[in-house]
């Protein structure tokens, strides 16, 4: 009887929702946006510093410098009231309710395909476009849409933190565990009505506790060069049957995502949408001149997982297979190195002649005639001139590449092609920033064959400048083909002796400036539409 009654209640929710939908001055939207809180970007260590549970072997997380942009986020956990909407309307069956009651308790016993098509249904309720298209491991997140989805990793520890309100607690919203969260010591084995804790500096509740949170990333192991770990979602916050440690803002927890847990459920977030000035402009990331970071002509490439590669086109061997790598969060500059820039490098070392610049200009013009070896000298004179410890030891082919200094070096090639893509915010597009060469690059059909002034065309979602054509660049890799390499932050090639080469230049057809398109040489070559872009470490 206590079925059938509560069910009931649930058909007359139901017609709440649906006359809601129709009602003048009455929104479903609004009482959902009424429970969302805007988040304010900015960047924020991600990570864990000083501590870490000793039982949980696969938890790396290391501390990184992580840029995140404006988002709305649930105040409350998804509760089992709302959730059982969602199974009414689709006809599901309803998720056990666990070690807890349901109504406004936090749902849990739900799959990350469950919460992935909650958000879709709630999305298409209230008129919204759907984040999420495909199924399971094939499921595709379109960032730009307005619709509902899940947060990020990084979106997720940015809001516990308390965003930019940030007051530095082990707990969201307290050094004291009972203040802010359910768990082990506290939560009488159950989960609890969501909202019953102190909120964070953000006005958010229970991020440390009650039910962990399922998340939208797919687990990777951040240890530089580890193997890649099967396939798994991130989950996070800790729940009622943690210890004090594993409801940190920090801890990171994974499995598989096909699983429903009673300690698990998820919360709500949105992209906060900016306004657009002008065809073919996309949001960028803020440009941001960390302390004792990169300097203003830099960018914060966020770390993420990317298909790399492409196995689309028939005759181009060396783009297979497309696979999946993960990088680390990283600097990179804004615009490819230029005459001016690399004249000064010449005459503070006293070399002569300079590279010829075959009459196209010198000064903002990016610096050709270089080799790969010239490139690497210049990125060390450059940390020296900053006070930063210089990335490279060695000469030619025994040159060592020190990936944990803070100083300059050349990208990767996977490093290149996530910032090509756009990085986490990227499009599906074949060029750097957009699908037409003319808007985003300097080649065959507009440069008249001369290279031109850096950041003159439109720049990728990153703010990053001529990644297709004007030159092409030079990357830190020996040459290898892609079933040689490792997944998590490639160095590249483990044997060979000429290095890669990416982006295509002034004299590449369009088909040769896509973000995948590989070519290569031997380190000693020079040539006039050849130079290179610089890149630090941000962690």
Same mark, same amino acid.
């Given at each position: 009887?206590?079925?059938?009654?509560?069910?009931?209640?649930?058909?007359?929710?139901?017609?709440?929702?649906?006359?809601?939908?129709?009602?003048?001055?009455?929104?479903?939207?609004?009482?959902?946006?009424?429970?969302?809180?805007?988040?304010?970007?900015?960047?924020?260590?991600?990570?864990?510093?000083?501590?870490?549970?000793?039982?949980?072997?696969?938890?790396?997380?290391?501390?990184?410098?992580?840029?995140?942009?404006?988002?709305?986020?649930?105040?409350?956990?998804?509760?089992?009231?709302?959730?059982?909407?969602?199974?009414?309307?689709?006809?599901?069956?309803?998720?056990?309710?666990?070690?807890?009651?349901?109504?406004?308790?936090?749902?849990?016993?739900?799959?990350?395909?469950?919460?992935?098509?909650?958000?879709?249904?709630?999305?298409?309720?209230?008129?919204?476009?759907?984040?999420?298209?495909?199924?399971?491991?094939?499921?595709?997140?379109?960032?730009?849409?307005?619709?509902?989805?899940?947060?990020?990793?990084?979106?997720?520890?940015?809001?516990?933190?308390?965003?930019?309100? #940030?007051?530095?607690?082990? !707990?969201?919203? &307290?050094? @004291?565990?009972? *203040?802010?969260? +359910?768990?082990?010591?506290? $939560?009488?084995?159950?989960?609890?009505?969501?909202?019953?804790?102190?909120? #964070?500096?953000?006005?958010? !509740?229970?991020? &440390?506790? @009650?039910?962990? *949170?399922?998340? +939208?990333?797919?687990?990777? $192991?951040?240890?530089?060069?580890?193997?890649?770990?099967?396939?798994?979602?991130?989950?996070?916050?800790?729940?009622?049957?943690?210890?004090?440690?594993?409801?940190?803002?920090?801890?990171?927890?994974?499995?598989?995502?096909?699983?429903?847990?009673?300690?698990?459920?998820?919360?709500?977030?949105?992209?906060?949408?900016?306004?657009?000035?002008?065809?073919?402009?996309?949001?960028?990331?803020?440009?941001?001149?960390?302390?004792?970071?990169?300097?203003?002509?830099?960018?914060?490439?966020?770390?993420?997982?990317?298909?790399?590669?492409?196995?689309?086109?028939?005759?181009?061997?060396?783009?297979?297979?497309?696979?999946?790598?993960?990088?680390?969060?990283?600097?990179?500059?804004?615009?490819?190195?230029?005459?001016?820039?690399?004249?000064?490098?010449?005459?503070?070392?006293?070399?002569?002649?300079?590279?010829?610049?075959?009459?196209?200009?010198?000064?903002?013009?990016?610096?050709?005639?270089?080799?790969?070896?010239?490139?690497?000298?210049?990125?060390?004179?450059?940390?020296?001139?900053?006070?930063?410890?210089?990335?490279?030891?060695?000469?030619?082919?025994?040159?060592?590449?020190?990936?944990?200094?803070?100083?300059?070096?050349?990208?990767?090639?996977?490093?290149?092609?996530?910032?090509?893509?756009?990085?986490?915010?990227?499009?599906?597009?074949?060029?750097?920033?957009?699908?037409?060469?003319?808007?985003?690059?300097?080649?065959?059909?507009?440069?008249?064959?001369?290279?031109?002034?850096?950041?003159?065309?439109?720049?990728?979602?990153?703010?990053?400048?001529?990644?297709?054509?004007?030159?092409?660049?030079?990357?830190?890799?020996?040459?290898?083909?892609?079933?040689?390499?490792?997944?998590?932050?490639?160095?590249?090639?483990?044997?060979?002796?000429?290095?890669?080469?990416?982006?295509?230049?002034?004299?590449?057809?369009?088909?040769?400036?896509?973000?995948?398109?590989?070519?290569?040489?031997?380190?000693?070559?020079?040539?006039?539409?050849?130079?290179?872009?610089?890149?630090?470490?941000?962690?």
């Amino acid at each position: 009887m206590t079925g059938l009654i509560r069910r009931v209640l649930y058909v007359f929710a139901g017609v709440w929702v649906f006359l809601c939908l129709i009602t003048p001055g009455h929104s479903f939207a609004q009482e959902t946006a009424n429970k969302m809180v805007l988040v304010e970007g900015g960047t924020f260590r991600m990570g864990n510093e000083l501590h870490k549970p000793s039982y949980d072997l696969y938890d790396k997380n290391p501390v990184r410098l992580i840029n995140v942009k404006d988002f709305y986020i649930g105040k409350y956990e998804v509760t089992s009231a709302e959730y059982d909407l969602f199974c009414m309307a689709t006809g599901r069956s309803e998720p056990a309710s666990g070690r807890g009651g349901r109504g406004q308790w936090a749902v849990v016993n739900i799959t990350w395909q469950d919460a992935a098509d909650y958000c879709n249904w709630l999305s298409e309720v209230e008129g919204l476009t759907l984040v999420y298209s495909g199924k399971g491991d094939n499921t595709i997140c379109d960032f730009a849409a307005n619709g509902y989805r899940l947060p990020t990793e990084a979106e997720w520890e940015y809001a516990a933190r308390g965003g930019n309100k #940030n007051t530095g607690h082990k !707990y969201s919203g &307290s050094d @004291n565990p009972d *203040e802010v969260a +359910w768990y082990q010591d506290n $939560s009488g084995g159950i989960t609890h009505p969501v909202g019953a804790k102190k909120t #964070n500096e953000l006005g958010l !509740y229970d991020m &440390s506790g @009650n039910a962990a *949170e399922w998340c +939208w990333d797919r687990y990777f $192991s951040y240890d530089r060069f580890g193997p890649p770990e099967r396939n798994l979602r991130v989950f996070r916050g800790g729940s009622w049957c943690n210890s004090a440690d594993n409801v940190r803002v920090s801890t990171e927890n994974q499995d598989c995502p096909e699983f429903g847990f009673g300690y698990v459920g998820f919360r709500i977030a949105r992209t906060a949408q900016a306004s657009t000035h002008g065809e073919n402009k996309r949001t960028q990331l803020p440009f941001i001149d960390v302390p004792g970071g990169a300097p203003a002509d830099m960018v914060v490439v966020n770390g993420g997982t990317f298909s790399m590669g492409d196995d689309s086109q028939a005759e181009r061997q060396e783009e297979k297979p497309a696979h999946q790598v993960k990088v680390i969060s990283f600097y990179m500059a804004k615009y490819e190195v230029t005459f001016a820039q690399y004249d000064a490098f010449c005459k503070a070392m006293g070399r002569s002649p300079q590279p010829f610049d075959s009459g196209w200009g010198r000064g903002n013009c990016p610096v050709t005639y270089v080799s790969w070896q010239d490139a690497v000298e210049y990125c060390n004179w450059l940390s020296v001139k900053e006070g930063l410890t210089p990335a490279y030891s060695g000469k030619g082919d025994t040159t060592q590449c020190d990936f944990s200094a803070n100083g300059y070096r050349l990208p990767t090639e996977a490093e290149w092609e996530y910032a090509a893509r756009g990085g986490q915010t990227g499009g599906r597009y074949p060029y750097s920033g957009g699908s037409d060469a003319a808007i985003v690059t300097w080649y065959r059909d507009n440069s008249n064959d001369m290279t031109h002034p850096v950041g003159e065309k439109q720049a990728n979602e990153l703010g990053i400048y001529d990644m297709s054509g004007n030159v092409s660049e030079w990357c830190w890799d020996r040459y290898g083909r892609y079933q040689d390499t490792t997944v998590d932050n490639p160095p590249g090639g483990l044997k060979g002796y000429s290095r890669s080469i990416r982006g295509g230049n002034c004299f590449s057809a369009a088909k040769y400036l896509s973000v995948s398109y590989r070519d290569l040489n031997e380190p000693e070559y020079h040539d006039r539409v050849l130079g290179f872009r610089l890149v630090r470490r941000a962690y």
